[in-house]
T-cell receptor
Framework: GDSVTQMEGPVTLSEEAFLTINCTYT??????LFWYVQYPGEGLQLLLK?????DKGSNKGFEATYRKETTSFHLEKGSVQVSDSAVYFC???????????FGQGTELSVKP | DTAVSQTPKYLVTQMGNDKSIKCEQN?????MYWYKQDSKKFLKIMFS???????INETVPNRFSPKSPDKAHLNLHINSLELGDSAVYFC?????????????????FGPGTRLLVL
């Protein structure tokens, strides 16, 4: 079945460092890909999404490009802030039932 | 205005009890979901309803029973609670059912209900 794999956390960075969180997927169809963020004690918020190959999703300085050839959707940000500390989830959604399939989450901690 | 709301936010109860979690969305969406997040933060779909009809039922014990009185509400009732049911339960909704493929639609999540079974 479909699946999503993210890099293991926790990831600890200093403020203004460059961030990459790797995400790869396995899917039989043509899924849409999402990044959600969960701040401490809160629910999930959509960060960005891409619905077809070569699409780039971007929001709040984060971006990710849908790469069909490498089945990847890596999250990047050029300069992280302390307020970016959260758990980041990569997910895919296909047309079969419409459920989201999540990666295991990557915890990011940004130090001043 | 809260788009997807859940009650209660926290729920502490004893093993063997029966409890319910309520979810409401004011987005006018057709589809609602329940997800479970375990202690390692892993998120997994439990159920999905589209216009009050069950469309996804993952391998969830029969003790869990979703109920959708209308398309804006999806409640989760849990019988005979067990220690392993302790988790955060998230409700979500999306605008499916139109001509746009499901995969294009974003799911919006509620704040979660933190259930602790003692």
């Amino acid at each position: 079945g479909d699946s999503v794999t993210q890099m293991e956390g926790p990831v600890t960075l200093s403020e203004e460092a460059f961030l990459t969180i790797n995400c790869t997927y396995t899917a039989t169809g043509y899924p849409s890909l999402f990044w959600y963020v969960q701040y401490p004690g809160e629910g999930l918020q959509l960060l960005l999404k891409a619905t077809k190959a070569d699409d780039k999703g971007s929001n709040k300085g984060f971006e990710a490009t849908y790469r069909k050839e490498t089945t990847s959707f890596h999250l990047e940000k050029g300069s992280v802030q302390v307020s970016d500390s959260a758990v980041y989830f990569c997910a895919l959604r296909d047309n079969q039932g419409g459920k989201l399939i999540f990666g295991q989450g990557t915890e990011l901690s940004v130090k001043p | 205005d809260t788009a997807v709301s859940q009650t209660p936010k926290y729920l502490v109860t004893q093993m063997g009890n029966d409890k319910s979690i309520k979810c409401e969305q004011n987005l006018g969406h057709d589809t609602m979901y329940w997800y479970k997040q375990d202690s390692k933060k892993f998120l997994k779909i439990m159920f999905s309803y589209n216009n009050k009809e069950l469309i996804i039922n993952e391998t969830v014990p029969n003790r869990f029973s979703p109920k959708s009185p209308d398309k804006a509400h999806l409640n989760l009732h849990i019988n005979s609670l067990e220690l392993g049911d302790s988790a955060v339960y998230f409700c979500a909704s999306s605008q499916d059912g139109g001509f746009s493929p499901r995969r294009l639609e974003t799911q919006y999540f509620g704040p979660g209900t933190r259930l602790l079974v003692l």
